[in-house]
């Protein structure tokens, strides 16, 4: 039998894995792809204009698959690339109206769906694995 570590690991995969699948399947009738919304999702909370390498970073992929999607994404007309004012060489990645339409669709459907999944989880315990991830989290980032 795994150790509870091995567990752990086993089930935060599986458990992540599942959950986009299940939420790319809700937002199957907006016509886009797990990785466009998640790419629109990305830009959509950012700050301000991401690069396409920051995107990249973000979603944890490659930059030649980064800028294959966000072309795909231009074409479809969800975002558009503009200069970066201190660096000629990086483009920035900016969501169009259409775009901020899709992410609001997809925020929506999103917290419906997380509403509906988290409505029997103790609220105390969906606190503890909350800090346990975001506590992992840190502890990743601090990594050198």
Request: glycine share 8%.
């Given at each position: 039998?795994?150790?509870?570590?091995e567990?752990f690991?086993?089930?935060?995969h599986n458990?992540s894995r599942?959950?986009?699948?299940?939420?790319d399947?809700?937002?199957?009738?907006?016509?886009?792809?797990?990785?466009?919304w998640?790419t629109?999702?990305?830009?959509?909370?950012a700050?301000?204009?991401?690069?396409?390498s920051?995107l990249?970073?973000?979603?944890?992929v490659?930059?030649a698959?980064?800028?294959?999607?966000?072309?795909?994404?231009?074409?479809?007309?969800?975002?558009?690339?503009?200069?970066?004012?201190?660096?000629?060489?990086?483009?920035?990645?900016?969501?169009?109206p259409?775009?901020?339409l899709?992410y609001d669709?997809?925020?929506a459907?999103?917290?419906?769906?997380r509403?509906?999944?988290?409505?029997?989880?103790d609220?105390?315990?969906?606190?503890?694995?909350?800090?346990?991830?975001?506590?992992?989290q840190?502890?990743?980032?601090?990594?050198?």
């Open positions: 039998m795994p150790d509870v570590e567990r690991t086993g089930a935060l458990a599942a959950w986009r699948q299940a939420l399947r809700r937002l199957k009738y907006l016509g886009v792809s797990q990785a466009s998640m629109i999702a990305v830009a959509a909370k700050a301000g204009p991401l690069s396409q920051e990249a970073d973000r979603l944890g490659e930059g698959t980064m800028v294959a999607m966000v072309d795909r994404l231009v074409r479809a007309g969800l975002v558009r690339r503009e200069p970066s004012t201190t660096d000629r060489r990086v483009k920035r990645v900016v969501l169009t259409a775009g901020n899709l669709k997809v925020r459907e999103a917290a419906a769906f509403k509906a999944l988290l409505a029997d989880i609220p105390k315990k969906l606190l503890v694995a909350t800090e346990l991830l975001e506590g992992l840190g502890i990743i980032d601090a990594e050198p």
